[in-house]
Nanobody, 125 residues
Framework: QVQLVESGGGSVQAGGSLRLSCAAS????????MAWFRQAPGKEREGVAV????????DYADSVKGRFTISRDSGKNTLYLQMNGLKPEDTGMYYC??????????????????WGQGTQVTVAS
């Protein structure tokens, strides 16, 4: 059974930093990927960053490239999202999700069967 628990959200000023964590259990590290999504009020959930667990290869949405870094600590079964240079448009609920790597495109929320409860990020201008 897969369980994902996010933490680390908060309120910061524009230009600030936050690090999100996602404690995971039940994930298949040989075949799954883990991703961060975000959803702003009135908008669709969008993929922010992904990590392919078998290779540790990341990928990012264009809007966060150069500012966000996805990583993991395999010993702690924890996924991270380091967010630097935060902008007001980064505001939203951030979710951790996981699925087999071959199941659709990584940035399509519909293909993910497992989600955390989310953690709120608010960036003030």
């Amino acid at each position: 059974q897969v369980q994902l628990v996010e933490s680390g959200g908060g309120s910061v000023q524009a230009g600030g930093s936050l690090r999100l964590s996602c404690a995971a259990s039940g994930v298949k590290y040989s075949s799954d990927l883990m991703a961060w999504f975000r959803q702003a009020p009135g908008k669709e959930r969008e993929g922010v960053a992904v990590l392919y667990l078998a290779t540790d290869i990341p990928d990012y949405a264009d809007s966060v490239k150069g500012r966000f870094t996805i990583s993991r600590d395999s010993g702690k079964n924890t996924l991270y999202l380091q967010m630097n240079g935060l902008k007001p448009e980064d505001t939203g609920m951030y979710y951790c999700a996981t699925k087999p790597w071959y199941r659709g495109r990584w940035y399509t929320a519909f293909d993910y069967p497992y989600w955390g409860q989310g953690t709120q990020v608010t960036v003030a201008s």
